[in-house]
């Protein structure tokens, strides 16, 4: 043990995992939610790219009508921020559990 550790153990003390075990669970349970809203949105994100390049054959004039464009631009858009804002809160998670702990 360096200089450095016995000078911030005699500060901090010896840390129990029973202290912090509580913690990392709900921590876990954080990150396992994140990852499946990230693991669906990607797979959802996928699945209108499919139906997408079925629908949209070329010479088909189909994709072109109004009806159609807007909310598969929507759906895309709310998948995309659902990655998003499930990222951000894995990685502010971590952090706070970082700090915390």
């Known amino acids: 043990m360096t200089e450095l550790e016995a ?55 189909r994709f072109h009508s109004e009806w159609i464009r807007w909310p598969l631009a929507a759906s895309m858009i709310i998948l995309a921020l659902a990655v998003a804002s499930a990222l951000a809160h894995r990685y502010l998670s971590s952090e706070g559990f970082f700090y915390q702990a």
């Open 7 to 61: 000078r911030t153990d005699a500060r901090i003390g010896q840390l129990d995992r029973s202290q912090y075990d509580i913690d990392l669970e709900v921590y876990n349970r954080f990150v396992g939610f994140s990852a499946e809203i990230v693991r669906l949105s990607l797979a959802s994100l996928a699945a209108v790219g499919f139906g997408l390049s079925l629908f949209a054959k070329e010479g088909s004039d």
